[in-house]
């Protein structure tokens, strides 16, 4: 998706800073790709649709509210924690990783965006101290292993946004099996109703209240 047209067509309500920070993304991760690979090569051009985009149909199912508190697990370079960051200002974003050059990708792309709202950490995700409203993921292992590893990390008291708190999570194909145990509160929503593009016809965003 290279017309940046399109993209603005999905989010109408950028604001100026936004619609420049988004701007620069390609740029920086092309950048930083090349010093420290974490992003697929095939994929470098098609960031934004394939990164970004995939990243922003969280903030299609939820618009998080000011205050928000949310946690990032695998986030490789940055995803879907940098796109939701931009998006939402008011939130704040814990981006977390075991790999540590990733993390410092992640640093230097959040920095270069000024964005004032965004936290790095190299931490293996089962080691996590504090609370969040929402745990995002793009399918970083099988969800059973991911839930042992962060349920008690979501707060269940303070509930101010319009979905309860809990996980929203990344992922395609057939997720029946894997998301039997969840079956009576799961929700699964069709990335392909969100936006226009063949890469997003088997994929989802997975919500699971906890």
Same mark, same amino acid.
């Given at each position: 998706?290279?017309?940046?047209?399109?993209?603005?067509?999905?989010? &109408?309500?950028?604001?100026?800073?936004?619609?420049?920070?988004?701007?620069?993304?390609?740029?920086?991760?092309?950048?930083?790709?090349?010093?420290?690979?974490?992003?697929?090569?095939?994929?470098?051009?098609? =960031?934004?649709?394939?990164?970004? =985009? +995939?990243?922003?149909?969280?903030?299609?199912?939820?618009?998080?509210?000011?205050?928000? /508190?949310?946690?990032? #697990?695998?986030?490789?370079?940055?995803? &879907?924690?940098?796109?939701?960051? #931009?998006?939402?200002?008011?939130? /704040?974003? +814990?981006?977390?990783?075991? #790999?540590?050059?990733?993390?410092?990708?992640?640093?230097?792309?959040?920095?270069?965006?000024?964005?004032?709202?965004?936290?790095?950490?190299?931490? $293996?995700?089962?080691?996590? /101290?504090?609370?969040? +409203?929402?745990?995002?993921? $793009?399918?970083?292992?099988?969800?059973?292993?991911?839930?042992?590893?962060? +349920?008690?990390?979501?707060?269940?008291?303070?509930?101010?946004?319009?979905?309860?708190?809990?996980?929203?999570?990344?992922?395609?194909?057939?997720?029946?099996?894997?998301?039997?145990?969840?079956?009576?509160?799961?929700?699964?929503?069709?990335?392909?109703?969100?936006?226009?593009?063949?890469?997003?016809?088997?994929? /989802?965003?997975?919500?699971?209240?906890?």
């Amino acid at each position: 998706m290279s017309d940046f047209s399109v993209f603005e067509s999905y989010f &109408p309500n950028l604001t100026p800073l936004q619609k420049e920070q988004f701007g620069k993304i390609t740029d920086l991760y092309t950048y930083w790709n090349q010093r420290i690979n974490v992003v697929s090569r095939k994929d470098i051009d098609n =960031l934004m649709e394939k990164h970004v =985009l +995939h990243s922003l149909a969280i903030a299609k199912v939820l618009a998080f509210a000011p205050g928000t /508190k949310v946690l990032d #697990i695998g986030t490789g370079g940055g995803f &879907p924690g940098i796109p939701l960051a #931009i998006l939402f200002p008011d939130c /704040k974003f +814990h981006l977390v990783d075991s #790999i540590a050059k990733k993390i410092k990708v992640v640093e230097e792309v959040a920095a270069a965006l000024e964005l004032k709202n965004v936290t790095a950490e190299q931490k $293996r995700a089962e080691k996590l /101290k504090g609370s969040y +409203h929402f745990v995002v993921s $793009r399918a970083v292992t099988e969800f059973n292993r991911f839930y042992a590893w962060i +349920h008690q990390r979501i707060d269940q008291k303070d509930q101010f946004n319009s979905l309860p708190n809990g996980i929203l999570y990344l992922k395609g194909g057939d997720l029946s099996e894997e998301m039997e145990r969840f079956a009576r509160k799961v929700s699964y929503y069709p990335i392909a109703d969100f936006f226009q593009a063949p890469f997003f016809e088997t994929k /989802k965003v997975v919500y699971l209240p906890i």
